[in-house]
């Protein structure tokens, strides 16, 4: 990891999210492994000490190994529940929104 973030210029974010580098990782992940490693995502990754690059990796896998745990405890059945509650949600706010008088 050191190697590879030697040679960008770029903030950490941006490598984390880097598909080409780390499969797997969204904005979600990306933000709670760098809240977990106490590194700003504005960070150049060449410029991150050593010791907080040992704080990446363990927030790394500390975060993929709990969003895993989570995963595996979800059936199919109660993630289509909350995705179609979520999705009701959302369309009722856009409606009310739409419907609000104008002042």
Do not use: C
């Given at each position: 990891m050191?190697?590879?973030?030697?040679?960008?210029?770029?903030?950490?974010?941006?490598?984390?999210?880097?598909?080409?580098?780390?499969?797997?990782?969204?904005?979600?992940?990306?933000?709670?492994?760098?809240?977990?490693?106490?590194?700003?995502?504005?960070?150049?990754?060449?410029?991150?000490?050593?010791?907080?690059?040992?704080?990446?990796?363990?927030?790394?896998?500390?975060?993929l190994?709990d969003?895993?745990?989570?995963?595996?405890?979800?059936?199919?059945?109660?993630?289509?529940?909350?995705?179609?509650?979520?999705?009701?949600?959302?369309?009722?706010?856009?409606?009310?929104?739409?419907?609000?008088?104008?002042?």
């Amino acid at each position: 990891m050191r190697k590879r973030l030697a040679k960008t210029k770029t903030n950490i974010k941006t490598v984390l999210l880097d598909q080409k580098i780390m499969r797997g990782v969204g904005n979600a992940y990306a933000d709670e492994i760098l809240w977990h490693a106490r590194i700003s995502p504005f960070s150049v990754s060449s410029k991150i000490p050593e010791a907080k690059l040992k704080d990446l990796v363990k927030a790394i896998k500390s975060v993929l190994e709990d969003a895993e745990k989570i995963s595996l405890n979800q059936t199919p059945t109660s993630l289509t529940v909350k995705f179609v509650i979520s999705w009701i949600f959302t369309i009722q706010r856009k409606n009310t929104a739409q419907q609000a008088p104008r002042s």
